[in-house]
Antibody, heavy 122, light 111 residues
Framework: QVQLQESGPGLVKPSQTLSLTCTVSGGSISSGGYYWSWIRQPAGKGLEWIGRIHNSGSTNYMASLRSRVAMSIYTSKNQVSLNLRSVTAADTAVYYC??????????????WGRGTLVTVSS | QSVLTQPPSVSGAPGRRVTISCTGSSSNIGAPYDVHWYQQVPGTAPKLLIYRNSNRPSGVPDRFSGSKSGTSASLAITGLQADDDGYYYCQSYDNSLGSAIFGGGTKLTVL
């Protein structure tokens, strides 16, 4: 079955760039018409959608992060990436990669990775 | 503050029924965009529980059910079990934000 695995540095210094990779196994990242999303969760808090990318390269980002975020997709590697620039302590969170099902009246996340904790600290 | 409003906590005894509400607005649930529910056991990733208002993914017991009306939705859990303990999040799409949105989450305690 399809599985998602996040990877990347667990510690990032303030003002630097947070870079994470999501590797999809058990299926092609290009099949099924899915989008791929990043979602984060600060400790003890709720879920926050960051953005999504399609295998065509089309992206959509949360408005408040749009100036700092970029997502890319690498179909030959079955990977999607997240870059978040100029991080602060407020960006400390568990970051999840999730597969997104999209229709005219719905967006939802049917598969999730285990998540990776990123701490922003000097 | 979340765009979708959920009660912070609910509780119930084993075997009983609980409901969790999710209230939105005309730019999301009332637009109308579908509502989805996720279960999160602390320390683990969220898991899709209900999609498109009332549909259960394969493997989710029929003790879990969802409904939607107007600008609100509800998740009902019958026959409470100890391993239902955890957090539950509703989620939808908001057309004024152009974003997926989540409720603040509800902590379910099985007494």
């Amino acid at each position: 079955q399809v599985q998602l695995q996040e990877s990347g540095p667990g510690l990032v210094k303030p003002s630097q760039t947070l870079s994470l990779t999501c590797t999809v196994s058990g299926g092609s990242i290009s099949s099924g018409g899915y989008y791929w999303s990043w979602i984060r969760q600060p400790a003890g808090k709720g879920l926050e959608w960051i953005g999504r990318i399609h295998n065509s390269g089309s992206t959509n980002y949360m408005a408040s992060l749009r100036s700092r975020v970029a997502m890319s997709i690498y179909t030959s590697k079955n990977q999607v990436s997240l870059n978040l620039r100029s991080v602060t302590a407020a960006d400390t969170a568990v970051y999840y990669c999730a597969r997104m099902v999209v229709g005219a009246e719905y967006w939802y996340f049917d598969l999730w990775g285990r998540g990776t904790l990123v701490t922003v600290s000097s | 503050q979340s765009v979708l409003t959920q009660p912070p906590s609910v509780s119930g005894a084993p075997g009983r029924r609980v409901t969790i509400s999710c209230t939105g607005s005309s730019s999301n649930i009332g637009a109308p965009y579908d509502v989805h529910w996720y279960q999160q056991v602390p320390g683990t990733a969220p898991k899709l529980l209900i999609y498109r208002n009332s549909n259960r993914p394969s493997g989710v017991p029929d003790r879990f059910s969802g409904s939607k009306s107007g600008t609100s939705a509800s998740l009902a859990i019958t026959g409470l079990q100890a391993d239902d303990d955890g957090y539950y999040y509703c989620q939808s799409y908001d057309n004024s934000l152009g974003s997926a949105i989540f409720g603040g989450g509800t902590k379910l305690t099985v007494l």
